[in-house]
């Protein structure tokens, strides 16, 4: 009996070479390596038929209407392909492989075909590794995400008067935004963190500084709770010169005041009835980034129909300005039903490709009278 | 993102040019490093070049400065852009590194 078999899919090259020689080399080579073969003469050129697709790039260093380089960071952008480049110059190569490029690989001319083919199979073999690497991770970065997921708040707060709503969504399976709150004797306690960095080392420093903010509530002033909490904190991020800023809200739901301290974040807004809007600026750096600092307490009154919205700066990217980004927030936030719609229309807003950072979104807001 | 490095007797100049983000910023540590490890104490970091900014950059140049204290020198940044001065305004990090309008006036004549 015949055995099936499974043929792969065929591997596509794009050779970007202005010197026709050396081009029809380079697709003769690839070729008979079993790759599909498109051709560019120029730098656009090459641009252009590299956004139609390719898994391998082989890119002169000296084009006609622009340098190489330039074209290999513009590639990378928005491909993944193995990027090769070809120079005329040996000494080149090494001040290439100082710079961040994002190419994958160098070759000089005049170059070998059995040198070219053994740069091209190392490429393939070093990918199809890291493929294997990545399956295995993975599984990992799954259950990572789940705990992550699993430590944001999930019980409705049953306070007359007020509606809560936030939203997490990490760059990457797991980041370095949480947020937290949990229900008091006198309202709630709201916290809104952003680790430096993303994927799971910023991941870990949340999860600790959930931990070590929910150990203060019962400190009944603020200004002393933030310090201890702070000191603690601060004493776990000497060892990952790493660090976090923090908003931190006590509100008091009979009078609508919300005290908070303010580390470093800087992205709370206090949004008015009347769709006006304020931002609540930082009383100091980021918890653990510069040693010695102490955080005064600020205080915020939510009137009948406001809302205090809390964002992390991964929505702030699309913005030229802060007050740009103030603006927009506002208008969503007046804009929308409730604060669940408000969140999920965020979360919209920065689902863009200019937002590569983690986004949270938690809006707090007082019922109109 | 690129680094030149130019001696310029009173102090030494770093300048970025780039996006000076996750990738970058353990760059910046090592040529920051570089300069203190040759003896440099006084280093300014001219950000003109420089257009964006995130945490870990903003984290890198913390440790740049950091370095530099602990070395017996001190590290000022310059010529600050749009993003970047954004960055360190929302985070309050400008009272800890404030900006100099250029290099030459990060460290006056003293």
Redesign the interface.
Known sequence: MKSMTVSPEPRRALVVEDDVDIRGLLVQILKREGFTVTEAATAREGLEKARAGADLITLDLNLPDGDGVEVCREVREFSDAYILMITARTDEIERLTG??TGADDYISKPFSPRELVARINSLFRRQSRQAAADVAHADERQRAAEVQQNLLPRDRLALPDYELAGRFRPSRSVG?DFYDWYGTADGLHLTVA?A???GMGAALVAATVRAIMRSVATQPNLETAFATAARATEADLEQT???V?LFHGRLDAATGVVGYVDA????ALHVMADGSAERL??????VG??PDQTWAAGTVQLEPGDALAIVS?GL?DIY???EEFTEAVAGVVTASAGVEEACAALLDMADVPEVA?DVTVVILQRSPA | ??FSTQDKGRYTEVTPS?RLN???AP?LREVIDGVVSAGGRRIVVNLAETTFM???G??AL??CLKLARQSGGDLRIAAVQ?QVN??L?????H??LTPHATAEQAFPND
Do not use: C, N, Q, Y
Request: glycine fraction near 16%.
């Open positions: 710079l961040e370095g952003d430096m960095g993303k010169s790493s660090f800023t470093g974040h800087g992205l600026p930082s009383a100091g750096p980021p980034a510069w700066d702030l030229e300005t802060v950072d | 993102m690129e780039g996750m990738v970058a760059k995130d945490s870990s903003l984290g913390i440790g749009p954004m960055v305004e929302l985070t309050s990090m009272r800890v």
